[in-house]
């Protein structure tokens, strides 16, 4: 039996919303004792910026950790151009966008970045690496920096804590997931989400939207690609959005307007993520921000 991908973006976030698997996860990748571990707070995901002219940053999932250190934790299915540039503007932006001008610097607090890659970057077999700013000779400049990659498509070797982790996160069927023997609660946890938003309907129907709304914006945008049109692509991810807020109830007409006439796609995909988890439609318009007459 099909079950919810778990590598999904959308159900990925529905896992990191569970404080058990967001603690067992960061424990395995981090290799930090859970016991140390006595909270990883869920955090705003768009990082500040300063001037209106500079990129806004949104994370995937940042987390906090009791030492105050930040984690953005990542999960890329389709490779892109510039992924890793991307991962390192994240990072960067997460180190600096809490010190005000003229604050010292020992406010800044260490960051990790943790990319899942759904594709394989290098022919070495090691799918678990880590990253960290270091000399010649190996010795380290700073603990500030962080980057972990995992990359899902890799054979497992069986000594990684991680393992168990990709074997859920490739897990397509009831059957693959019974066959992932293991005893760490936060795993057995993120198993019995999966199977809860597998069985719920509103969840499946929310996933197969989305699944449907990523093989239609893959298609919109290698014609994107081929013909130049962008357009086209912003008219596709507020069509998606206004199916979304379909089902949620009876959509004004003001707010369809709003969202067609919209063509900031990083707004549409931040609506788009809203109207999955919203509850209704004023829910949306309350977290979207949209003022209707």
Known sequence: MGIVSPKCDFSFKQLMLNEKVRKYFLSDVLRIPVEQIRTVRLSNPFLWKRYLWQKQGILDVKVELNDNSRVNVELQIRMVADWDRR????????????????????KLKKCICIN??????????EYHRVYRLRDEQGSDYSDLFEIHVIELRKQLT????VDDWIRLF???TEAELDMIRTKNPGILEAIREVRIMSL???????????MKEVRDRCAREDYVRAEGKAEGKAEGKAEYVLQLLDTKGTVPPELERIVCEQRNTDMLNRWHLLA??????????????????
Not at 276 to 293: C, D
């Open 87 to 106: 991962s390192l503007f994240y990072l960067a932006k997460m180190y600096t966008e809490d010190l005000l001008i003229g604050e010292r610097y020992h």
């Open 116 to 125: 899942i890659l759904d594709f394989v970057i290098n022919e070495k077999p």
């Open 158 to 161: 069986g000594k990684e804590p």
């Open 170 to 172: 490739n897990a397509e």
């Open 200 to 210: 719920r309907k509103d969840m499946r129907a929310l996933y197969e939207a989305h």
């Open 276 to 293: 999955a988890g919203a509850e209704s439609i004023e829910e949306f318009v309350a977290e979207a921000g949209i003022n209707l007459p």
